[in-house]
């Protein structure tokens, strides 16, 4: 627009204004000729700023071969490969290109190759470890994953909740407004939290800290509290309690009625929580160091649980910045592992049976699927409970799918809080309702490989088919098969077997308590001399077993008999005995000796007691008296 023609359609000056512009002092005609000038100025850099960026969008963005890149490494001597400000270039750069591929991607060029080189670059600018950075990326969009690195480094708004026990909010702001804080309410959903902008004394050592009208807490972590929603009168057991923020928001919603067990693992994390329990008021909690997967079987029958389960903490990197370099795809796994033991415990340690409760609500600092939904969904498949809304009217909903990972639909009712969305910690929140004690039973694909692995378990000890080693003194027999002791029919099989396990004896029954699983166990076996030999078949028909079973039983009980008429004929049959185990097999002598006939039936007796299909073998050498 000509300047000439705004100032005459302004009346600043001309003929139509002229008896205005008379009335006007010097000064005021002067700052409307100025504006005038910085509107038309404006203008034109709008049009100048909308024809660059057509030109940019028509430009293409050459991507770095790997041979570049490697000259760029050989030319950095000491630090990064770029400068900062060219990486970061760099990194929008590519943003830009993957926001519309095929029309500014370069020829021959896959887009796998522009998120690589963008993860690399991320990993670099921002100081992560490539592969939690490749992780991280996969949670959001490209763009949104720059977000989310940049909302990480920068601080979080310091946040307070005030102790409703002590005082009220706006008394607590009004007194901290006269000690030099700029303060304001933290959120609409929330009727507790202030957020301090600006103050001119430590907010950790006011005489109101020190009596107990505040606690310093981070508006994400109330979240898991208000979901948990707990009424007076009940029994709440929070698993993982130091240093008190939730416990202590507990009891405050509680208005100090009823109990809470706040347990932690870390005894010296404890007295941090005590010694906030005790300067917030709270008089209904009993602290306790214990591992929380063993909750459990040392107090159960709660009405509500709160788990706020140790994490990888990637939702609270702006806090610990040893996050980026301290945390692997293992780590994760590991911590994801130990957060569904900690939740099945939480699980069974409330009562579905509860009138007013029967609530259980999981949380994390993480940002990670494999902590979050993969967690939840683990908990949905083995216990009898189901997710319901957790009452936060802010925050995303979880992950129903990511990547090949594939979740229940109920997933949706969880809430996801992230730093570039929300200005708050990374934060998960998931809210349960138990539908019964039962436990609910593992899929059969489960229940299968848990049985393979008893029965390589219990048949590991004798994979190669050798017996148990004999006391000193007795001889091994080689080329003796062993068959498995006992008679009778099945129940009195099961009942033995079982009472053997429960009484843990050493006498080597099998430890599967059925008979067809010890058939099954030793099905496809051969012993050694069937091996070298190679051939024979293991297998044994269920009468076939039977029937040697019996004969064993027999053979047993008069064995028994014949010991024990020895035993009482003469008490010189083991000096006797010990020359007859120094002889070697191979004289034909002993074969016929009643004395040798009868240590080769303990030796086989004991044998059978082993059970399943043994070899015992017996050493040729003659052992040293």
Not at 139 to 159: G, H, K, L
Not at 175 to 191: D, M, Q, Y
């Amino acid at each position: 627009m000509d300047l000439e023609a705004e100032n005459t359609k302004n009346g600043l000056f001309g003929s139509a204004g002229d008896d205005e512009q008379d009335e006007l002092l010097p000064f005021e005609r002067e700052a409307r000729e100025i504006d005038a000038r910085e509107a038309q100025e404006a203008e034109e850099a709008d049009a100048e700023l909308r024809r660059a960026t057509v030109e940019a969008d028509q430009a293409h963005f050459h991507l770095p071969t790997s041979a570049e890149l490697e000259e760029e490494s050989r030319n950095a001597e000491d630090g990064p490969a770029l400068p900062p400000k060219e990486l970061r270039q760099r990194i929008d750069d590519i943003v830009n290109v993957l926001a519309d591929f095929r029309a500014r991607a370069e020829a021959g060029r896959s887009r796998s190759e522009y998120v690589e080189q963008l993860q690399r670059d991320i990993a670099e600018y921002f100081g992560y470890l490539p592969e939690l950075c490749e992780l991280l990326m996969s949670q959001f969009s490209v763009a949104e994953a720059v977000e989310f690195f940049e909302a990480s480094d920068r601080p979080r708004p310091m946040v307070i909740r005030c102790n409703t026990l002590k005082t009220r909010r706006k008394e607590l702001a009004r007194t901290l407004i006269k000690r030099g804080v700029v303060l304001e309410p933290l959120a609409s959903w929330s009727k507790v939290g202030l957020k301090i902008t600006e103050s001119s004394v430590p907010i950790g050592a006011t005489p109101e800290y020190l009596g107990g009208h505040y606690m310093l807490q981070s508006a994400a972590s109330m979240c898991p509290v208000m979901a948990l929603a707990p009424q007076p009168g009940e029994r709440i057991v929070d698993m993982s309690s130091a240093p008190g923020g939730k416990a202590s928001y507990c009891a405050q919603l509680m208005q100090n009625d009823g109990v809470i067990f706040a347990n932690d693992l870390s005894a010296a994390r404890q007295k941090a929580t005590a010694a906030n329990l005790q300067r917030l008021g709270v008089r209904n909690a009993i602290v306790a160091v214990n591992d929380g997967r063993k909750v459990p079987s040392i107090m159960a029958g709660f009405d509500r649980a709160l788990l706020d389960a140790p994490c990888s903490g990637t939702g609270v990197i702006s806090r610990d910045q040893t996050v980026k370099l301290s945390r692997t795809r293992k780590d994760i796994q590991r911590t994801a592992h130990l957060q569904k033991e900690l939740l099945l415990a939480a699980i069974d340690a409330v009562s579905a049976k509860s009138k007013t409760g029967g609530i259980i609500v999981y949380s994390t600092c993480s940002v990670t699927v494999f902590e979050n939904e993969a967690v939840v969904n683990y908990a949905l498949e083995r216990r009898d409970v189901k997710l319901v809304d957790t009452g936060l009217d802010h925050g995303k909903p979880g992950f129903t799918r990511n990547g090949k990972h594939r979740f229940h639909p109920s997933v949706t009712l969880t809430r996801r809080f992230y730093p570039h969305v929300h200005n708050m910690d990374g934060f998960f929140v998931a809210k349960f309702k138990k539908l019964s004690n039962e436990k609910a039973k593992l899929p059969p694909a489960e229940n299968e490989q848990q049985d393979v692995e008893e029965e390589e378990m219990v048949d590991g000890d004798d994979e190669d088919g050798e017996g148990e080693a004999l006391p000193e003194g007795d001889e091994e027999v080689e080329g003796v098969e062993d068959e498995q002791a006992g008679g009778g029919d099945d129940e009195e099989d099961a009942h033995r077997d079982d009472k053997a396990v429960h009484n843990g004896n050493g006498h080597g029954v099998d430890r599967v308590s059925s008979r067809r699983k010890a058939v099954t166990s030793n099905k496809g076996k051969k012993s050694k001399a069937d091996r070298k030999a190679g051939g024979g078949n293991a297998d044994v028909a269920p009468r076939q077993l039977r029937k040697r079973r019996r004969e064993a039983k027999a053979e047993t009980t008069a064995l028994q008999a014949e010991r024990s008429d020895s035993r009482d004929k003469s008490k010189d049959a083991k000096p006797e005995t010990r020359k007859a185990k120094q002889a070697p097999e191979s004289q034909d002598s002993g074969k016929g000796d009643p004395k040798a006939s009868l240590i080769r039936q303990i030796i086989e007796l004991r044998a059978m007691k082993k059970g399943g299909n043994l070899i015992c073998r017996v050493s040729k050498k003659p052992r040293k008296a």
